[in-house]
Antibody, heavy 120, light 108 residues
Framework: QVTLRESGPALVKPTQTLTLTCTFSGFSLSTSGMCVSWIRQSPGKALEWLALIDWDDDKYYSTSLKTRLTISKDTSKNQVVLTMTNMDPVDTATYYCARSPVGLGYFDLWGRGTLVTVSS | EIVLTQSPGTLSLSPGERATLSCRAS???????LAWYQQKPGQAPSLLIY???SRATGIPDRFSGSGSGTDFTLTISRLEPEDFAVYYCQQYGSSPQTFGQGTKVEIK
């Protein structure tokens, strides 16, 4: 069974750095073509793609957020980690990780998401 | 960056009716690399269509996708009660991949 699960703090203060972990099972991120992305959704808003890491450790970032984002993977632990610096209340959102099985493509499986609130 | 514009913003229909959702891109989407997702309240999105017209595993055939270039359509032939949700399109033909703002299909 293929699953993804996001974990991290529910509350962060403005200016702090957010670290989120996606733990997955049922597939390997060393398989050719496999990618994992982070996507967020502010309350009542649309989906926003943030970052992607592929099987070859290539990384891609949202144009508007790339200076604040870092994505990395630990293949042995089946984990992908996203850090976002200088958090602001506008970054309050549900953060999802999702799998793309065929490179920079569609997302066939998603985690349940984790709500992160930015407030002092 | 390719901007996707979905219309209408809200579609009010009755069960059994046909739903037609539009997704228009600001530039041509290469190789029809367009996907559609369904999102129900409190849930993550789930994949319906990829490659503009291929149904994902387990998706009923009342869902169909069409289009190419800059104009794409998701059609639900006969709405079932479980189909009332928000639908998003996504292009993955060029980086960064982008999503539309969504169409809500609500019960009339």
């Amino acid at each position: 069974q293929v699953t993804l699960r996001e974990s991290g703090p529910a509350l962060v203060k403005p200016t702090q750095t957010l670290t989120l972990t996606c733990t997955f099972s049922g597939f390997s991120l060393s398989t050719s073509g496999m990618c994992v992305s982070w996507i967020r959704q502010s309350p009542g808003k649309a989906l926003e793609w943030l970052a992607l890491i592929d099987w070859d450790d290539d990384k891609y970032y949202s144009t508007s957020l790339k200076t604040r984002l870092t994505i990395s993977k630990d293949t042995s632990k089946n984990q992908v980690v996203l850090t976002m610096t200088n958090m602001d209340p506008v970054d309050t959102a549900t953060y999802y990780c999702a799998r793309s099985p065929v490179g920079l493509g569609y997302f066939d499986l998603w985690g349940r998401g984790t709500l992160v609130t930015v407030s002092s | 960056e390719i901007v996707l514009t979905q219309s209408p913003g809200t579609l009010s229909l009755s069960p059994g009716e046909r739903a037609t959702l539009s997704c228009r891109a600001s530039q041509s989407v290469s190789s029809s690399y367009l996907a559609w997702y369904q999102q129900k309240p409190g849930q993550a999105p789930s994949l319906l269509i990829y490659g503009a017209s291929s149904r994902a595993t387990g998706i009923p055939d009342r869902f169909s996708g069409s289009g190419s270039g800059t104009d794409f359509t998701l059609t639900i032939s006969r709405l079932e009660p479980e189909d009332f949700a928000v639908y998003y399109c996504q292009q993955y033909g060029s980086s960064p991949q982008t999503f539309g703002q969504g169409t809500k299909v609500e019960i009339k």
